[in-house]
């Protein structure tokens, strides 16, 4: 046997609890996003990808700047720490319904390591019109994402 | 509704994590963390057979009797990609002596390729997907996170694995020890 060192473990978090995913439905047309992103931990502005079904997006969401990272391969990128929330406009109104919302995000922890894309869903029910806003509702459980 | 396993993943992957996944339990029951499981068998991982970066089918048994690392990565992630350029010199530096580095990129092929290219990797990129994931966590890598490498000795044998990167002294130390 070799006389190998003990390899220092790790400690890392389950992606789902180091990015946090949550929303809630501000009025009838309009979706917010959320994402608590744990001390240590990152992700990339890049591959967070929203999308709501059956009433779609009305069109990209804007996303909120990012911290720029130089990145050696893929020059500068943008990355989010602490909490991201992200406005997400619906392209009609749809009182009182019922909608899906999905969410794709990529992110890794300082210490060295990636997680695969991750991949939630969040139901949510929009308000009547002119009614208050839904309440914060966190991410059911992650499945895995690929994307090939 | 869940799709079919078939559906979802190409054979040749199915049957490659079935036998590592059997081979993993005829050794351990039970998850093992990272780093612990030195005398693992790994001839589980020298019958797993995956696409290069141009398409050709490799089997990992043909590099068998060598010291072999197994280096799981992607292009998405950004400490794989920093530990590469370190892997490409102790290939070309201890490659004579049998050191033998297999990257497995979780990862689409077109961005494997151009990755290759740009930093000159002199040392096979195989192409996995999901099921590169769950080989990768029948030798430890609970997570499923990336990088995460295998060290396997000349007969076979897993002596290293490391999930985060595996720094350039750590890595000569343990190589130069089994060459």
């Known amino acids: 046997m070799l006389p190998l060192a003990a390899t220092a473990q790790l400690d890392l978090l389950e992606p789902e609890r180091a990015f946090e995913f949550s929303a809630r439905a501000m009025d009838d047309r309009t979706l917010e996003a959320r994402f608590a992103i744990a001390k240590g931990y990152y992700l990339y502005r890049d591959k967070l990808k929203f999308s709501v079904e059956p009433v779609a997006l009305a069109g990209s969401p804007r996303l909120p700047p990012g911290k720029l990272k130089v990145d050696e391969f893929f020059g500068e990128v943008e990355t989010y720490r602490g909490t991201v929330v992200v406005r997400l406009p619906l392209a009609n109104a749809a009182p009182g319904r019922a909608v899906v919302l999905h969410a794709e995000s990529q992110g890794c922890a300082d210490v060295g390591v990636c997680y695969p894309p991750q991949a939630q869903k969040i139901t949510l029910g929009l308000p009547a019109r002119a009614g208050p806003p839904g309440e914060l509702i966190e991410a059911a459980p992650v499945r895995k994402s690929w994307f090939n | ?179």
């Not at chain 2, 059997?22 to 589980?44: I, M």
């Not at chain 2, 077109?110 to 996995?128: H, R, T, W």
């Not at chain 2, 994931?133 to 000349?154: Q, Y």
Request: hydrophobic share 45%.
């Open chain 2, 1 to 179: 509704m869940p799709v079919p396993m078939s559906r979802r993943f190409p054979p040749w992957i199915i049957i490659a994590v079935a036998a590592v996944t059997a081979a993993a339990f005829g050794v351990y029951v039970g998850q093992r963390d990272p780093g612990t499981q030195d005398g693992a068998d790994g001839s589980a991982l020298l019958a797993v057979s995956l696409p290069d970066a141009s398409g050709k089918q490799q089997s990992l048994g043909q590099w068998k009797g060598k010291v072999l690392v197994v280096n799981f990565w992607a292009t998405w992630c950004g400490p794989c990609r920093e530990e590469m350029p370190e892997f490409v010199r102790a290939q070309t530096e201890f490659g004579g002596r049998g050191l033998q580095f297999v990257g497995i990129a979780v990862d689409q092929q077109d961005k494997v390729l151009q990755f290759v290219e740009e930093i000159g990797l002199n040392y096979p990129a195989l192409i996995g997907g999901y099921g590169a994931m769950e080989l990768s966590r029948t030798f430890g890598n609970k997570l499923m996170a990336l990088p995460f490498t295998v060290i396997v000795d000349r007969s076979g044998r897993v002596v290293h694995t490391q999930l985060g990167p595996l720094r350039a002294e750590k890595l000569r130390s343990i190589v130069t020890q089994l060459l």
